[in-house]
Antibody, heavy 119, light 107 residues
Framework: QVTLKESGPGILQPSQTLSLTCSFSGFSLSTSGICVSWIRQPSGKGLEWLATICWEDSKGYNPSLKNRLTISKDTSNNQAFLKITSVDTADTAIYYC???????????WGQGVMVTVSS | DIQMTQSPSFLSASVGDRVTINCKASQNINKYLNWYQQKLGEAPKLLIYNTNNLQTGIPSRFSGSGSGTDYTLTISSLQPEDVATYFCLQHSSRPWTFGGGTKLELK
């Protein structure tokens, strides 16, 4: 059974760095063809793909935020991470992680974690 | 970026109705189109991948069709448990982009 769960700070202040963790089970990020992605959804707005990291450590970023994003993984502990630097109120959103396959898209998602940026 | 225009944004239908939801891409996405269902407080669930492939465990009343820029999700006979928000995803070209969502309610 594939499961993913996101964790984060809940609330942080503008200009800080947001650190998110995706803990997963039921698959391995060392398996060929497997990736993990981060997606977010601001309240009342649409979904936005942020970044993807794959089994061989290749990475992809949304160009609209590329300079602020860093995705990484800990294969041994079945975790993926996302850092977003210099956050502001526009980064307030629900953040999801999802297992990803380049041929099939996002197939399993976590429930999401709410992150609020506020002074 | 490929823009995905999803319609309608809201849909009210009765149990047993045939329901269709559409996504239109700003360019050809070569059938790399997925449909997801999201119920309140739950993780999004993959229903259909690559236009017309039913994900394992999804009821056969869900189906997908389309090509080029135009894609459709059909629920052949709406059930009460289908109340949810539905959204499409194109994974033909990075950055992958989503439709705006359709909130489906029971009439």
């Amino acid at each position: 059974q594939v499961t993913l769960k996101e964790s984060g700070p809940g609330i942080l202040q503008p200009s800080q760095t947001l650190s998110l963790t995706c803990s997963f089970s039921g698959f391995s990020l060392s398996t060929s063809g497997i990736c993990v992605s981060w997606i977010r959804q601001p309240s009342g707005k649409g979904l936005e793909w942020l970044a993807t990291i794959c089994w061989e450590d290749s990475k992809g970023y949304n160009p609209s935020l590329k300079n602020r994003l860093t995705i990484s993984k800990d294969t041994s502990n079945n975790q993926a991470f996302l850092k977003i630097t210099s956050v502001d109120t526009a980064d307030t959103a629900i953040y999801y992680c999802a297992r990803t396959n380049w041929a099939y898209g996002f197939d399993y998602w976590g429930q999401g974690v709410m992150v609020t940026v506020s002074s | 970026d490929i823009q995905m225009t999803q319609s309608p944004s809201f849909l009210s239908a009765s149990v047993g109705d045939r329901v269709t939801i559409n996504c239109k891409a700003s360019q050809n996405i070569n059938k790399y189109l997925n449909w997801y269902q999201q119920k309140l407080g739950e993780a999004p669930k993959l229903l259909i991948y690559n236009t017309n492939n039913l994900q394992t465990g999804i009821p056969s009343r869900f189906s997908g069709s389309g090509s080029g820029t135009d894609y459709t999700l059909t629920i052949s006979s709406l059930q009460p448990e289908d109340v949810a928000t539905y959204f499409c995803l194109q994974h033909s070209s990075r950055p992958w982009t989503f439709g705006g969502g359709t909130k489906l309610e029971l009439k």
